[in-house]
């Protein structure tokens, strides 16, 4: 599987942006997926996860500003991200992992495939 992430940019405080992720090398569709980020001198950090069957989960520190979705038919995960703050600013990445639907990882290092990031500015 590959992933490229598009949709990074800059924005001032209180803007948006979709993050997408594209899947291509599989076939299948049913399968664990989630965004990461990681800014400069922090570790990366898992923002939210979405099983093969459509369950979501966020980490506390964007539940309710930002939202996942998958396009099943295209394959390509997105991150709709409102209300951007400047510690939003960092290299977001998606990661997938095909062997499982329901259970997803916990820990970042548990991720087998990994996008190349695409870099997201907040401004104030």
């Known amino acids: 599987i590959q992933l490229v992430e598009s949709g990074g940019g800059s924005v001032q405080a209180g803007g948006s942006l979709r993050l997408s992720c594209v899947a291509s090398?599989?076939?299948?569709?049913?399968?664990?997926m989630a965004w990461f980020r990681q800014a400069p001198g922090k570790e990366r950090e898992g923002l939210g996860t979405?099983?093969?069957?459509?369950?979501?989960s966020y980490a506390d520190s964007v539940k309710g500003r930002f939202t996942l979705s998958k396009d099943y038919a295209d394959n390509i995960l997105y991150l709709q991200m409102n209300s951007l703050k400047p510690e939003d600013t960092a290299i977001y990445y998606c990661?997938?992992?095909?062997?499982?639907?329901?259970?997803?990882?916990?820990?970042?290092?548990?991720?087998?495939?990994w996008g190349q990031g695409t870099q997201v500015t907040v401004s104030s």
């Open positions: 979405i099983g093969g069957y459509g369950s979501v």
């Open positions: 990661a997938a992992d095909v062997s499982r639907a329901l259970w997803c990882p916990d820990e970042s290092d548990e991720w087998p495939a």
């Open positions: 090398g599989i076939t299948a569709t049913r399968y664990c």
